[in-house]
């Protein structure tokens, strides 16, 4: 009987909601491009797909896996990235990231990183990351200031 009001009442079912954190690296004045790495949390009920990213400080934000080929390190641009109902996506150096290309300005540590993702069903999804070297204080949850 439950499955059968569940099954009966499609419309009401909730967009996913989609929470994004993440860092991006510090650049210096002459180099143009970035890479970020965010963790994003699928917490509704559906799967959904992130369509695209972009930032007022780049020209251009893309998702690039990374793949070693005959020890050659390559990157590839992600059209869309699928993520699963309940699934968690931790992007790392070395594999799945965000590159910003055409940046206006460097990025410098302690500073953050305004971005705005756009998701298939969850929509417009607008957050700002910690520019610092590594991901080892990043916030999990709670705020350590
Ligand atoms: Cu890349």
Known sequence: MLAAVLIGTPAVAKAPTIRVSGWARPTVAPQKSAAVYLSLHNGGPGSDR?????????????????????????????ASLPIAASQRITMKPGGLHVMLTGLRAPLRAGQKLPLTLRFERAGLVRTSVPIQMTAASEDHGHHGH
């Open 50 to 78: 992130l369509l695209a990213i972009s930032t007022p400080v780049a020209g251009s934000a893309s998702v690039h896996s990374t793949t070693m080929a005959g020890g050659v390190m390559r990157m590839r641009g992600v």
